[in-house]
């Protein structure tokens, strides 16, 4: 179709849509107004040549900006990774010092348990020797106890020996 007589093309306005208004008074056109009554008819190799000129105007610098963003993200990533790696070593040292305290904690008590183990065969040595001297001072008591019985006895005899008797008659 033309107009004006040239071909139309995508940024010219063919005809003004009907004007509407709403509730409150406004037109749909408002935002429009102006914008295509003022524009000369544009042909399609134009738009073509303009496209391929804004393209290469900003096309490079946008493949540019896109190379630096996936470095950019690339970046991120070591980092990422660098700083997991870094909380790992933390984590690791974190359990080494809570290793260390069981370490130090298990010596304290391995040093409790030699203390009770030397206590406890000193105890031992003790009870053995007091058993020992138990034992003895039982025997001795009962050696001077059958002592004491057999003396008592040798006197009964003696006395028995010594009380006099009736003599015989004959």
Not at 11 to 29: I, K, N
Request: hydrophobic share 30%; aromatic share 2%; with cysteine.
């Amino acid at each position: 179709m033309e107009a004006n007589g040239g071909i139309v093309g995508p940024l010219q306005v063919e005809a003004a849509p009907e004007r509407t208004e709403d509730a409150t008074g406004s037109s749909d056109r408002a935002a429009d107004e102006g914008l295509g009554e003022d524009l000369p008819p544009v042909s399609r190799r134009a738009v073509e040549q303009l496209t391929k000129g804004l393209m290469s105007h900003y096309l490079p610098d946008l493949q540019h900006s896109k190379l630096a963003l996936q470095e950019l993200t690339q970046n991120q990533l070591v980092l990422l990774e660098t700083l997991d790696q870094e909380i790992s070593k933390f984590k690791e040292c974190n359990s080494i010092l809570d290793i260390n305290a069981l370490f130090s904690e298990a010596k304290c008590y391995r040093n409790k348990l030699v203390n009770i183990r030397k206590e406890m065969l000193m105890l031992h040595e003790k009870t053995s020797k007091l058993k020992k001297r138990a034992l003895k001072l039982q025997q001795k008591r009962e050696k001077e106890d059958l002592e004491r019985e057999q003396q008592r006895e040798k006197e009964l005899e003696r006395e028995k020996q010594l009380t006099a008797k009736p003599a015989k008659r004959t």
